[in-house]
């Protein structure tokens, strides 16, 4: 199985530009209206920050202030990841077999009085 590299932009800033606001003190109100109290500063952070988290009543009332979907608020992005192979300094590449052999041995020390 391939791995896959997962991102994402928060675009809020720029649908709220292209509805013609530009403060984010004036979602303050909207989001209010719609059950969603966050303040003025939490709405900046909202605004020009990447939330790793997000409330999806949140979501939901920022979709219907700017009658959008969540696809235009979130873009996502995917993409496949190489494994990484263990080369050797000559550039000759390791099998797991080869890499189990070159791993140290656990040293046991005895007591030679006993």
């Not at 939901?60 to 959008?68: G, H, P, R, V």
């Amino acid at each position: 199985m391939k791995k896959r590299q997962v991102s994402y932009q928060w675009r809020l800033r720029e649908v709220m530009a292209e509805h013609g606001m530009f403060a984010t003190t004036e979602l303050v109100p909207l989001l209010g209206a719609r059950g969603i109290a966050l303040s003025p500063s939490q709405v900046h952070r909202l605004v020009t920050g990447t939330p790793e988290r997000l409330s999806l009543s949140v979501l939901a009332a920022l979709c219907d202030i700017f009658t959008t979907d969540p696809s235009e608020l979130i873009t996502t992005q995917g993409a496949n990841v190489g494994l990484r192979k263990k080369v050797t300094a000559s550039g000759e590449s390791l099998s797991p077999a080869t890499l189990a052999a070159l791993r140290p041995k656990r040293a046991r020390i005895i007591d030679p009085d006993q």
